[in-house]
């Protein structure tokens, strides 16, 4: 079986033209080939360590591992042939006391097919031993309980059949192959997942509906048929289910009970202690990924609870349109960690943070684990779409998200806000010190100038163009936002979303479209804060009415002259 695994995979390396050299790796060497080595055995399962280049001894191990396990040979020498296999194969063999991301990869699968019910440990103890014999009998295979190429082959392929399954029926479809692995012995999060994809309520059916009740079964919250119709029984298995782990208790499967049935490693079963009440519902933040400006904005709430207050924007590299960022509303589950390998790739990001079951927050791109290793072009790019899918971030960004944002935060990614050129000119991305890898400090923006609606606009009034910038400028945006005019950043900056609402309003008031703010179009547009208050008209004072015989009297004391009042000032009205 070995002789016949290492001449197909020989063949496919030859086929797909894989990486092949005619060096010799052997201990001590310092190279690429050694680097992409790295690569392809941690992909595999075999090496934890850095990706450096250099073979040394925990280098020599894995490939020591790999030649034994494949039938290569003896010793860590890696000649042409064995390098050529190492590329092209995608599986390593797994038996009882395995561990690594492969193994929760395998249990993943394992479990989405009904055959596993134990938790995604990446350890490979007896029930993973029990799901995989199981397997391996429903597909006709010999039925050993070690996950072989050939069981991995097909455990992963479209001819997988759950253990509820006929032969006959649509197989389930294969799980994702990119996964995000953790090198330093830290948990890998995002391979744990089977993704959320709808709703599951009274009346729904489908081999999902299958999924649930199978994984109900298995926790001790149903006893009824694996029949994929969601009736009665589920539903009350699953309200068990809500309640015993602090869920709202609806009956219904939606995004939350979800996660907490499949992806949470701390799932309380039926027979366990109950969970405590979940973490109050509404999060400090709301995240908006703006695809259009390539900006993330943080909201927090305002005094009616809305997210509305602006607290942090970044720039951000999201997916390219090859590869697209997913929009809609996502929820932050809370899976996160310092660092993340990417075994397609074979690069590293900081501080990542799920979005979803295929994309995440993190930084800009590392070559290795070294935080003066940084990828120069990955961080020039900012600002661009450029990444597979995930939400890139300068490092201290992607930190803040990694630190502040909780689990049940709303992460909005939209493709739908318009271009605004103020806002993406006010987020400035700082030069990178080569030698350190880190952004040169740059000096703390000025205080915004304080804008009064209804009060007298900076004077003189003098034209302002495109470029200008400064609190004639942001004046000038406040009162076009106010009006209805402007949508955008009010950065005091003159740029395109400037231009293009004085135009508006030019056009609305008759003045030639320009774009440009002339005194005449500053003097419409302030038009009632230019527009001189009048004083109060004095009251005339009364004469007095002479009698038909006047008395003589006294002389009056005299007194300032109260008959004409003295005009007040107009208080100016703020609005």
Avoid at 332 to 339: C, D
Avoid at 491 to 499: A, I, K, M, N, R
Wanted: glycine share 8%; proline share 7%; net charge neutral.
């Amino acid at each position: 079986m070995k002789r016949l695994t290492v001449i197909l995979l020989l063949t496919a390396a030859l086929l797909l033209c894989a990486w092949a050299s005619a060096e010799t790796l052997t201990l001590g060497l310092w190279s690429e080939n050694v680097r992409t080595a790295q690569i392809h055995l941690a992909r595999l399962g075999y090496y934890e360590g850095e990706i450096s280049g250099h073979y040394g001894e925990r280098t020599a191990e894995a490939m020591t591992a790999f030649k034994q396990d494949f039938g290569l040979g003896e010793g860590s020498d890696a000649d042409e042939n064995v390098q050529a296999a190492l590329a092209a194969a995608k599986y390593r063999p797994m038996q009882l006391g395995t561990h690594g991301n492969d193994v929760k990869r395998l249990q993943t699968r394992l479990l989405y097919l009904g055959y596993y019910g134990g938790k995604v440990s990446g350890n490979y103890l007896a029930a993973t031993q029990e799901a995989v014999k199981a397997f391996q009998t429903k597909m006709g295979l010999s039925a050993t309980g070690s996950a072989d190429i050939a069981t991995q082959e097909l455990l992963f392929s479209d001819q997988a059949v759950g253990r509820s399954e006929k032969a006959s029926a649509t197989p389930a479809p294969p799980v994702q192959e990119d996964i995000v692995s953790v090198p330093d012995g830290e948990e890998d999060l995002q391979d744990n997942t089977i993704p959320y994809t709808k709703k599951y309520a009274y009346n729904s059916k489908g081999e999902k509906v299958k999924l649930i009740q199978q994984r109900l079964t298995d926790l001790g919250y149903y006893t009824g048929p694996i029949s994929g119709n969601f009736l009665g029984h589920t539903r009350n298995a699953v309200k068990a289910f809500q309640k015993q782990n602090a869920l709202d208790v609806t009956g219904a499967v939606d995004e939350r009970t979800w996660n907490a049935l499949f992806n949470d490693a701390h799932v309380v079963g039926a027979n366990e202690t109950p969970r405590t009440t979940p973490r109050p519902e509404q999060p400090a933040y709301h995240l908006v990924v703006d695809v259009t400006n390539q900006i993330v904005t943080a909201y927090a709430r305002d005094e009616n609870g809305d997210y509305t207050v602006v607290v942090k924007q970044m720039m951000c590299s999201s997916g390219t349109k090859e590869n697209p960022s997913d929009a809609g509303d996502w929820i932050i589950s809370g899976y996160k960690t310092t660092w993340c390998y990417f075994p397609k790739w074979g690069d590293y990001a900081r501080y990542w943070t799920r979005i979803n079951a295929g994309i995440a927050f993190h930084s800009v791109i590392y070559n290795t684990v070294s935080t003066t290793d940084l990828s120069v072009r990955s961080y020039d790019r900012l600002g661009r779409r450029a990444s597979h899918g995930c939400v890139r971030l300068q490092v201290a960004d992607a930190k803040w998200i990694y630190d502040y944002v909780e689990a049940g935060t709303i992460c909005t990614i939209t493709y739908k806000l318009p271009a605004d050129p103020e806002l993406k000119a006010s987020i400035i991305k700082p030069a990178l010190n080569k030698r350190t890898m880190l952004p040169v400090a740059t000096p703390q923006p000025t205080q915004e100038p304080v804008y009064i609606s209804g009060a007298k606009p900076p004077m003189p009034l003098t034209e302002l163009k495109k470029n200008d910038s400064g609190e004639a400028v942001w004046w000038l945006q406040m009162k076009l936002k106010e009006l209805g005019y402007y949508s955008g950043k009010c950065s005091g900056t003159y740029l395109d979303g400037t231009v293009a609402a004085v135009k508006a309003f030019q056009e609305a008031n008759g003045l030639r479209a320009s774009g440009v703010a002339t005194v005449e179009t500053l003097q419409k547009l302030y038009a009632k804060e230019l527009t001189p208050v009048a004083s109060p008209t004095p009251v005339p004072t009364p004469s007095p009415v002479p009698t038909a015989s006047p008395v003589p009297m006294a002389t009056p004391e005299p007194v300032e002259d109260s008959a004409t009042p003295t005009p007040h000032p107009t208080p100016r009205i703020v609005r």
